[in-house]
């Protein structure tokens, strides 16, 4: 009956688990860092294409996680990965947060500010990471932060597709109905989640401008 | 040769609009605006919010480009060359200063001569030297923006502007934001500080007692237009209906109060 004589008995399996969900997540928010930030740098800086880009990265939040993993199973290169797909999912998923944080921190930065620099003859490149960037970080990892947080969630039903992670623990809990099982999956998960969140917003209060 | 040494007599006017006109989205907002400002001139342009002051000041630096006509700098027009040495050889002064709130003042004063790749030393220098001539505590350069007072503010920002010690200074409505004491203190220091210097200045304001202490000479504009220029004793004197409504207003505002005074 006891969660913790269970993990403790499957100690290398919860750890094996746990870092797989880690790695899911890892992976995903990294690459979602990679696309999110400069796409959000670039609606910042074009109004035009603020509604668009938001408007797709909305949509892909809508769809339902289950509906989304089986959607691209049948896709060739990444159906025949469940890793591959699972991390490209979250990825998408992250998107939206870091997309709009990015885009808001930067619009944020005071105007005159923006207009001092610009008038004392910073090009433009100067101004983003001397100045923009500095002054957005901290709303920006706030969107980091919520990604991460709403992936570890996430990535627990990216083991229904075979991709591993503390989900297993509680997909097998659920189908063995042992409660146990599914805490097993579960409590990792929420500290993860915590963890994640106490670690990024320690980040943000650190490299928040004065 | 005679000819060699006669133009080298006539220097180019140090900023030069040529008939420039600026409209955005249908809006006029500049007409047909000419105006000359020598070397070591203080030139107000005064007139009220939307009459093209603004835009005729970032026309210079190029944070605007003009929809006809030119704007020359030092006899070459400001579209050739580069745009980024254009603005590091103009210091830009707004009203709400826009001090970079996450670097400490020494490295706001000093920015352009870092990325203009001046040694260290040499920054560190420039900036206590700046920081005494804009009547500043040297212990003030490791502090960081918001720890200042809104005159302190301006004071940095007006040391930022000459930094790398250019040639012409733009300034927009640099005080409006301050307490009168503070506005007058800063005013005063402005012109000891520009008998010093001979910075070729063009300042915006609404205010014509800014504009008569400030000003060598007084550009007045309107709805876009430039109305007429005018050394400060002529515009008190003027007989132009807008100039002289400015001066009415100005008369009526210290009379009033007088009189409330003694009733």
């Known amino acids: 009956m006891n969660v913790f004589r269970f993990m403790l008995h499957n100690h290398d399996q919860v750890l094996e688990l746990t870092l797989e969900h880690l790695r899911l997540v890892g992976f995903s928010t990294l690459f979602a860092m990679f696309i999110g930030i400069p796409l959000g740098i670039v609606i910042a800086h074009r109004p035009r294409l603020n509604k668009p880009v938001l408007a797709s990265a909305n949509i892909i939040q809508t769809i339902p996680s289950l509906a989304l993993f089986g959607f691209l199973l049948p896709v060739p290169w990444l159906g025949s990965s469940a890793d591959r797909l699972a991390i490209l999912a979250l990825t998408l998923y992250a998107l939206l947060p870091i997309i709009r944080n990015t885009y808001t921190g930067i619009c944020g930065v005071d ?7 610009r008038g004392m003859g910073l090009t433009e490149s100067q101004l983003l990471f001397q100045v923009e960037l500095p002054l957005a970080v901290s709303v920006m ?13 996430l990535a627990t039903i990216a083991a229904a597709i075979g991709a591993g992670g503390l989900g297993e623990f509680i997909f097998r809990g659920l189908a063995m109905v042992d409660n146990r099982v599914i805490l097993a999956g579960a409590i990792p998960a929420a500290l993860l989640a915590l963890l994640a969140d106490f670690a990024v917003g320690w980040l943000e209060r650190r490299l928040r401008p004065r | 040769m005679l000819g060699g040494h006669m133009e080298s007599a006539a220097a180019p006017p140090v900023i030069e609009f040529r008939d420039v006109s600026y409209q955005i989205a249908g809006n006029q907002i500049l007409s047909g605006f000419n105006l000359q400002i020598q070397s070591g001139e203080s030139v107000v342009l005064l007139g009220r919010s939307g009459s093209g002051k603004t835009t005729s000041l970032k026309l210079v630096n190029r944070l605007l480009s003009p929809s006809s006509g030119e704007i020359r700098v030092k006899g070459v027009p400001n579209t050739q060359g580069d745009l980024i040495r254009l603005r590091r050889s103009i210091g830009y002064v707004i009203q709400d ?15 352009v001569p870092k990325i203009e790749g001046w040694p260290e030393e040499r920054i560190r220098a420039r900036v206590q030297e700046l920081l005494q001539l804009v009547g500043l505590a040297p212990a003030i350069a490791s502090r960081y ?26 300034m927009d409505e640099p005080f409006g934001a301050l307490d009168p004491l503070t506005r007058d203190e800063l005013r005063r220091e402005f012109l000891l500080l520009q008998q010093r210097l001979h910075k070729t200045v063009l300042f915006v304001t609404h205010d014509l007692r800014e504009a008569l202490r400030i000003g060598s000479r007084i550009a007045l504009m309107e709805s876009g237009r430039l109305i007429t ?11 132009e209906p807008l100039a002289s409504a400015y001066v009415k207003a ?10 409330r005074g003694t009733s």
Not at chain 1, 141 to 153: D, F, H, M, Q, T
Not at chain 2, 145 to 170: F, K, M, N, T, W
Not at chain 2, 250 to 259: D, M, P, Y
Request: zero cysteines; hydrophobic letters at 50%.
């Open chain 1, 111 to 117: 105007a005159a500010v923006v207009e001092a620099g």
């Open chain 1, 141 to 153: 990892l706030s969107g980091v932060r919520v990604a991460i947080v709403i992936s570890v969630g």
């Open chain 2, 97 to 111: 200063v826009g001090l970079f709130p996450h670097f400490t003042i020494e490295r706001n004063i000093g920015l």
């Open chain 2, 145 to 170: 923006p918001h720890q200042l007072s809104g005159g302190q503010r301006q004071r940095v920002g007006v040391a930022r502007a000459l930094a790398a010690d250019p040639e012409i200074l733009l």
């Open chain 2, 229 to 239: 220029v005018l050394s400060p004793i002529d515009f008190l004197r003027s007989a």
């Open chain 2, 250 to 259: 100005f008369g009526e505002g210290l009379e009033s109060a007088a009189n």
